[in-house]
């Protein structure tokens, strides 16, 4: 019952999210006007706007003006939900499962404005360190936080300098440290690190495709997200190899 209602708490969190993804570039108020075709304006009426359900009823197409509605709304409240699931599956119900939560709501938002505008809004990366801070106060794991803030940071913000901004962006670094507090240390380094590997593993054959020239800017905050979504919901993929390499090495060349 408990995955239940967080797997609906996410379909309701995922639609506004859609409006975030959608607003918030723009520089629009995520409150009003309410929510509407951004075709001809029709204000949508309560049962237009039921997470899922009201895309299918309407078959992908705006009542009034027949535009097309994009996949991408039902799919960032599938995406939500599935994330909501599944921290309550992994964590229980718990403070931690709440903030792996928050947290999922935050990356759904970040990765779909980077993949549309290549950025990563201030007032994202700030309200999410500001709720991280907050979990982390009532979890009493301030000083992982902080550390992992520092960490995750400190590492975007060293390939920023020396790219000077080519290899990503300020909020990308931002954003960075806002994960951090959520995640802590030392899941933030194992998260920072994964965030580069999953980046030339994805990247590599986009560009080996001719998809994207090789001047042509990659988002990477969806790299980040992946990697943080691994460290949060199953941190043993980023700490097993890890430890089996350690473990060949011990065995191999280390050995008495």
């Not at 996410?10 to 075709?37: A, D, K, Q, T, W």
Request: net charge positive; hydrophobic share 55%.
């Amino acid at each position: 019952m408990t995955i239940a209602v967080a797997a609906i708490a996410g379909l309701v969190v995922g639609s506004f999210l859609n409006v975030v993804i959608y607003r918030l570039p723009r520089g629009e108020s995520l409150v009003r006007p309410g929510s509407h075709c951004p075709a001809c304006g029709h204000a949508l009426g309560a049962l237009e706007n039921i997470p899922i359900f009201s895309w299918l009823a309407l078959r992908g197409k705006c009542r009034s003006c027949g535009a097309p509605i994009p996949i991408r709304y039902p799919l960032v409240e599938l995406l939500t939900s599935a994330l909501f699931a599944l921290a309550m599956l992994e964590y229980g119900l718990s403070v931690a499962s709440v903030a792996i939560c928050v947290l999922g709501a935050f990356l759904v938002a970040m990765t779909f404005i980077d993949l549309d505008h290549l950025l990563i809004p201030d007032s994202l990366a700030y309200s999410a360190g500001a709720v991280g801070i907050v979990f982390a106060v009532a979890e009493r794991t301030v000083v992982p936080a902080i550390e992992g803030l520092a960490v995750f940071a400190a590492l975007l913000g060293a390939i920023y300098l020396a790219t000077r901004g080519a290899g990503l962006g300020l909020g990308d670094v931002k954003m960075a440290g806002a994960i951090g507090l959520f995640i802590g240390f030392p899941t933030a380094l194992a998260a920072a690190i994964g965030s580069f590997v999953v980046g030339a593993l994805l990247a590599i054959p986009v560009l080996a495709a001719g998809r994207r020239g090789r001047k042509e800017a990659l988002p990477f905050g969806p790299f980040m997200v992946l990697a943080t979504l691994v460290a949060a919901y199953s941190p043993a993929l980023l700490y097993e190899p890890g430890a089996i390499y350690q473990q060949f090495l011990l065995r191999h060349f280390f050995a008495r």
